[in-house]
């Protein structure tokens, strides 16, 4: 069983993977060279005040200034520009064909995860969650549907932003299983600190199990065909918005609910995903996530928001 690894913020600094691995040396040696340079700040200041005028006379020199003000900044700040450059290059590589690739977009204030085949095809539509097998580079292709977001998975690689009209790439990998937080780590308004998604990684075999256990579910009937639950999604007007395989709902507005009953959260990686919270969030999401653009649906009485949950979790 996976041990979830997340935290609300994730936690930054304990790299999962090659790629974390060189955001954080680069990481520490920043932290490390502003804090040289602030102690070099701190001496020299206080030499200035309090050191003798011998010494006074000497740091406020021309050459001194020159030296000290001009060319040591400028030498420093290329080398680590340079270095730094290098060493996370990787994680922005061209794409081989060889990679596992799956297209997240940022929107307002969800991640649409669409799993693409070899031929760039769409093969799978998810939501707010991402699924990747271990030891292996992934490629990510990054795209907006409105404004900047930034996507950043702290233990598996760095961040990146999601610009509209423009389509970008980022390298992730996990050396190993478990669950992985992230976040849009751009702000891009309203609810925008409650817009996180769930990275699970899994041993080869079982991501390609999961894969195939999504594909079947996509080709078969929907569970619970003659649910009254179905019923009331679809005269609710739920179908507008969401797309649910194999039924009549095929809304491109909100996230796909073909597997919605399989993940981990709800909200966009706010809340656990059990029966309780999903009626809560259909009947009252404003109240949870204030300002995100699903309506509640407080008019609708306990039993159908019930009903309406009951076969929502079937979809799995």
């Known amino acids: ?6 935290g609300w913020p994730p936690p930054v600094l304990d790299p999962a993977g090659p790629y974390a691995e060189k955001v954080t040396v680069l990481a520490w040696a920043l932290f490390a060279m502003g804090l040289l340079v602030t102690g070099v700040v701190i001496v020299a200041l206080w030499v200035a005040i309090k050191g003798p005028p011998w010494i006074k006379s000497k740091l406020g020199g021309e050459k001194v200034v020159w030296i000290g003000g001009v060319a040591f900044p400028a030498v420093v700040l290329t080398i680590l520009l340079v270095w730094g450059l290098t060493l996370t290059a990787s994680l922005t590589q061209g794409i081989t064909g060889k990679e596992t690739r799956i297209r997240v977009t940022g929107e307002m204030w969800w991640f649409r995860v669409q799993y693409l085949g070899p031929n760039g095809e769409v093969i799978l539509n998810d939501a707010n969650e991402i699924h990747l097998p271990v030891g292996e580079p992934v490629v990510l292709e990054l795209r907006s549907a409105d404004v900047i977001h930034s996507f950043w998975v702290p233990h598996l690689s760095g961040k990146k932003d999601m610009i509209p009209g423009r389509k970008l790439f980022l390298r992730v990998q996990a050396d190993k299983a478990g669950r992985y937080g992230g976040v849009c780590a751009e702000y891009c308004g309203g609810p925008h600190a409650l ?11 079982a ?3 999961w894969l195939a256990e999504r594909h079947a579910a996509q080709a078969a009937a929907p569970a619970g065909p ?6 009331i999604f679809l005269e609710s007007g739920c179908g507008a918005c969401h797309r649910v395989a194999g039924t009549e709902a095929n809304g491109l507005i909100g996230p796909d609910l073909t597997h919605v009953g399989s993940r981990l959260t709800l909200g966009a990686g706010i809340l656990p995903n059990n029966h309780g919270t999903l009626m809560g969030w259909i009947g009252d999401s404003q109240s949870i996530k204030p300002g995100n653009r699903m309506p509640s649906y407080s008019m609708l009485p306990a039993e159908k928001l019930d009903a309406i949950a009951d076969w929502l979790g079937r979809q799995k």
């Open 1 to 6: 069983m996976l041990e979830p690894l997340w």
């Open 226 to 231: 003659a649910m009254p639950g179905r019923r």
């Open 195 to 205: 817009m996180g998604f769930v990275a699970v990684a899994h041993e080869r075999a």
């Open 207 to 209: 991501w390609e199990g």
